[in-house]
């Protein structure tokens, strides 16, 4: 009978110690820290203006599920036009190759800065670099 109990207390061990090894793995998970992979552009066409110049939608947005900040977003832009206005404090270019977002101010998790822009073609926009506090 003492071989049985021992058997399933070192079942019951095993269980118990995979369960908390589970648990701190999501906890690693969650708590992973944020990286510029967390910072999404969707940048596509949406149709034409009035004047028949092609139209485009950008949205980039904070991924992160961890509470850390990010801020003072650069992306590469090249020589980043538009015929249309657009709110500076969103998005401008402030040399070749380096757009600033958010005006730098913070991105928060899961809420879209967005803007619309007219241009012959599609300007490529990427991560060039972001404040990452966690």
Same mark, same amino acid.
């Given at each position: 009978?003492?071989?049985?109990?021992?058997?399933?207390?070192?079942?019951?061990?095993?269980?118990? &110690?995979? #369960?908390?090894?589970?648990?701190?793995?999501?906890?690693?998970?969650?708590?992973?820290?944020? *990286?510029?992979? @967390?910072?999404?552009?969707?940048?596509?066409? *949406?149709?034409? /203006? +009035? =004047?028949?110049?092609?139209?485009? &939608?950008?949205?980039? &947005?904070? $991924?992160? /599920?961890?509470?850390?900040?990010?801020?003072?977003?650069?992306?590469?832009?090249?020589?980043? *036009?538009?015929?249309?206005?657009?709110? +500076?404090? @969103?998005?401008?270019?402030?040399?070749? /190759? @380096?757009?600033?977002?958010?005006?730098?101010?913070?991105?928060? +998790?899961?809420?879209?800065? =967005?803007? #619309?822009?007219?241009? $012959?073609?599609?300007? +490529?926009?990427?991560? &060039? =670099?972001?404040?990452? *506090?966690?």
């Amino acid at each position: 009978m003492a071989a049985t109990l021992s058997a399933l207390g070192l079942l019951l061990l095993i269980a118990f &110690s995979q #369960d908390v090894a589970r648990a701190e793995g999501r906890a690693l998970l969650q708590n992973r820290g944020c *990286t510029h992979e @967390d910072i999404t552009i969707s940048n596509g066409l *949406t149709g034409k /203006d +009035p =004047s028949g110049i092609p139209l485009y &939608s950008v949205a980039i &947005s904070n $991924e992160c /599920d961890s509470p850390c900040n990010i801020s003072n977003v650069h992306l590469r832009c090249g020589w980043f *036009t538009s015929a249309t206005l657009i709110n +500076p404090y @969103d998005f401008r270019r402030l040399q070749y /190759d @380096d757009c600033v977002v958010n005006n730098g101010r913070h991105l928060l +998790p899961g809420i879209a800065v =967005s803007f #619309d822009y007219t241009a $012959e073609f599609l300007n +490529p926009l990427s991560v &060039s =670099s972001a404040d990452i *506090t966690c």
